[in-house]
């Protein structure tokens, strides 16, 4: 199989605090992870890929200073959301794309995340 | 440039009656795509790929897609749905540059199984 998990599930902070949200590919290695957001009944929208041993690519938008993606093993990715506001409350999803089959991601179960 | 359009965003079915999820998309490339489920405050699951080797594509749960090239559409369709089904569904695609790339998601339809 292909099993991605995120941790934690849940989390809530205080307004201006730093939130750091971890991606593991289970079962496999992943040399390129990504990380999307979703909004309440909207699609997911993708926020960064992260390449293992490399700086992730930020899509048009997302500030890079803000939200910091860090993929140092074959196994592990981490957003890490700094001085967090509430408009950054949202849910966090990571994939990864497995090597047996190149254009197919896997999905974690995602991370809630409220700021107050 | 490519594009995925799902045509209901709500979809309503009795159960044990066919399903029917409708998604055309736009690539400039020979397309992957793909389903994906969502359950509530969950994460994507794979139902099934279609790559090239044939467009009816068979995936879990009972669910299945044909890709129509000449109607650009790659609707998912189940013949008996189940209370388990009601869930959000997300047609997806990726250019034929891999998944890499990323993928382009349509906005969704939410299946609602009426009892």
């Known amino acids: 199989g292909a099993v991605v998990s995120q941790h934690p599930s849940r989390v809530i902070c205080k307004s201006g605090t730093s939130v750091k949200i971890e991606c593991r590919s289970l079962d496999f290695q992943a040399t390129t992870m990504f990380w999307y957001r979703q909004f309440p009944k909207k699609s997911l929208m993708l926020m960064a890929t992260s390449n293992e041993g490399s700086k992730a690519t930020y899509e048009q938008g997302v500030e890079k200073d803000k939200f910091l993606i860090n993929h140092a093993s074959l196994t592990l990715s981490t957003l890490t959301v700094t001085s967090a506001h509430p408009e950054d409350s949202s849910f966090y999803i990571c994939?990864?794309?497995?090597?047996?089959?190149?254009?197919?991601?896997?999905f974690g179960p995602g991370t809630r995340l409220t700021v107050l | 440039a490519q594009s995925v359009t799902q045509l209901d965003s709500h979809v309503s079915v009795s159960e044990g009656t066919p399903v029917l999820l409708r998604c055309n998309y736009s690539?400039?490339?020979?397309?992957?795509l793909f389903w994906y489920v969502q359950h509530p405050n969950k994460g994507l699951q794979l139902l099934l790929k279609y790559t090239s080797a044939a467009t009816l594509v068979k995936g879990i749960n009972g669910f299945e897609a044909e890709f129509k090239k000449s109607e650009t559409s790659f609707h998912l369709t189940k013949p008996s749905a189940h209370m388990s089904d009601a869930a959000e569904y997300f047609c997806?695609?990726?250019?034929?540059?891999?998944?890499?790339?990323?993928?382009?998601f349509g906005k969704g339809t939410h299946l609602i199984i009426q009892p």
């Open positions: 690539s400039s490339y020979s397309p992957s």
């Open positions: 997806v695609v990726s250019s034929s540059g891999g998944g890499a790339d990323g993928l382009t």
């Open positions: 994939s990864a794309l497995v090597p047996w089959d190149v254009d197919t991601q896997y």
